[in-house]
């Protein structure tokens, strides 16, 4: 084993004159170079330095007629929250008020405390929804009886039926974002150029005539998401609003275009607690000086903006790697070659022998 060890082995080449081996071996190889230059180059544009990291910023803004809500009319002020314009935002579209609450005690409005006589509002855990148990059962109407609880009375019931605000649909949603690719410094928005601000006012967005107008109609976008904007709007949800930055900067700078798509983010029924609400007071004090609040309990839309992408310029350094890769692969097609030959080809023995051959030192 010594001897064995401290042996050499070198290439040896041997011409096969065979039409099936030389076809099997032209072919493999012709395979390895249409998937390197048609896929990884032309398609995955191996040849490109990639930057992953995106830096971006969304501002946005809500513009429609005045909804109607209850006895009210509302205007962005109130159905827009927060109001800063941020990525993350909601339109109300209906609202449960409970109005004039103060400490004190009170029923509990919620029909699982309902009770017959002390003993049934004692044992239960202490907090409800809206207060704490006093351990007395009182009259909560003329014919049905609750446990009291001590908190903001009265307490909230949000069974009732109230209207939504379907005039939402049509209002429109102006995003600005600004995106930049710090490795390679470049930056651009999704706004038209400057001094063609009058055809960005009079746009609407459309998947296909118009893809890059940066104003949306809340209607078109509840729809393109796959939703019913009247049954969304009375239940409320999350609907992802996705901007896609994918460039190739080996062309010019306006060939560099978001792309907008939409779908539904929360889990919608049969699922554990589908919509989206919540919950939010507004604190004054009565002239005798007490506290009081109304209790608003909020159904909406809510609008996530999410910003991705990527960006790629041509590199010196993965051309040369990928294609020192492709030629290297193209030696794959010789493997198979000497598999069939030394395997299920006829003259399998002969082709062995003139492979291999053993030379031993000084010609012995």
């Not at 003993?119 to 704490?132: H, L, Q």
């Not at 299920?344 to 492979?355: D, M, N, Q, S």
Request: hydrophobic fraction near 40%.
């Amino acid at each position: 084993w010594v001897a064995a060890f401290f042996s050499y082995e070198t290439t040896k080449s041997v011409v096969v004159k065979s039409w099936v081996v030389g076809a099997v071996n032209r072919g493999v190889q012709l395979l390895i170079l249409a998937y390197f230059i048609g896929w990884v180059f032309l398609h995955e544009k191996a040849y490109q330095v990639r930057d992953t990291v995106i830096e971006s910023s969304v501002v946005t803004k809500v513009k429609g007629r005045r909804g109607a809500m209850r006895a009210g009319v509302l205007d962005t002020a109130d159905y827009v929250t927060p109001p800063q314009g941020t990525s993350v935002f909601v339109v109300v579209t209906k609202q449960i008020l409970t109005e004039n609450q103060a400490q004190g005690v009170c029923p509990e409005s919620d029909t699982k405390f309902r009770c017959a006589a002390d003993g049934d509002c004692r044992g239960r855990p202490p907090a409800t929804g809206s207060g704490v148990l006093t351990g007395r059962c009182v009259p909560y109407n003329g014919t049905l009886r609750t446990c009291e609880i001590r908190g903001w009375c009265p307490p909230e019931v949000d069974t009732v039926d109230v209207p939504v605000m379907l005039e939402a649909e049509n209002f429109t949603l102006f995003i600005k974002n600004s995106i930049r690719f710090p490795l390679f410094g470049f930056e651009k928005a999704n706004l038209p150029p400057p001094g063609s601000s009058g055809e960005l006012g009079r746009c609407r967005f459309h998947p296909e005539l118009q893809p890059l107008c940066p104003i949306l109609r809340l209607g078109d976008v509840v729809r393109l998401a796959g939703q019913d904007f009247p049954t969304l709007a009375a239940t409320g949800g999350v609907l992802g609003i996705k901007i896609g930055w994918v460039c190739d900067l080996d062309r010019a700078w306006e060939r560099c275009l978001p792309r907008y798509s939409f779908t539904r983010l929360d889990a919608r029924a049969p699922a554990p607690a589908p919509g989206y609400n919540f919950r939010h007071a507004r604190y004054y004090r009565w002239p005798d000086g007490t506290e009081r609040r109304t209790l608003t309990k909020a159904f909406g839309i809510r609008f996530d903006i999410l910003v991705y992408g990527n960006a790629g310029k041509f590199g010196i350094v993965p051309t040369l790697i990928n294609t020192v890769a492709a030629f290297t692969s193209i030696g794959v097609g010789t493997v198979l070659c000497d598999i069939i030959l030394l395997n299920f080809l006829k003259g399998a023995e002969h082709y062995k022998a003139r492979k291999f051959e053993e030379v031993s030192h000084g010609g012995d």
